[in-house]
């Protein structure tokens, strides 16, 4: 196997280099989602009785119609 340029190599060496952190960010990525879906599930869950109702309060003036 014949030796490749130097700018060939340096280049090579950076494409593998920035391949190796994308994967890296890639996998940090993955194992954040998974700790955010194992804590989601695992958590304190809130119990609503049968016959809650939701209020909702809500603030200024309230339009009933499209503007436009």
């Known amino acids: 196997m014949?030796?490749?340029?130097?700018?060939?190599?340096?280049l090579t060496a950076v494409w593998h280099g920035l391949d190796r952190l994308r994967r890296l960010l890639h996998l940090i990525v993955l194992l954040f989602i998974c700790l955010v879906v194992?804590?989601?599930?695992?958590?304190?869950?809130?119990?609503?009785?049968?016959v809650?109702?939701?209020?909702?309060?809500?603030?200024?003036?309230?339009?009933?119609?499209?503007v436009g």
């Open 2 to 10: 014949e030796k490749r340029a130097w700018p060939i190599r340096i």
């Open 38 to 50: 194992i804590v989601a599930a695992v958590g304190d869950r809130v119990l609503v009785p049968s």
């Open 52 to 66: 809650a109702a939701l209020v909702i309060a809500p603030k200024g003036t309230l339009v009933d119609q499209a």
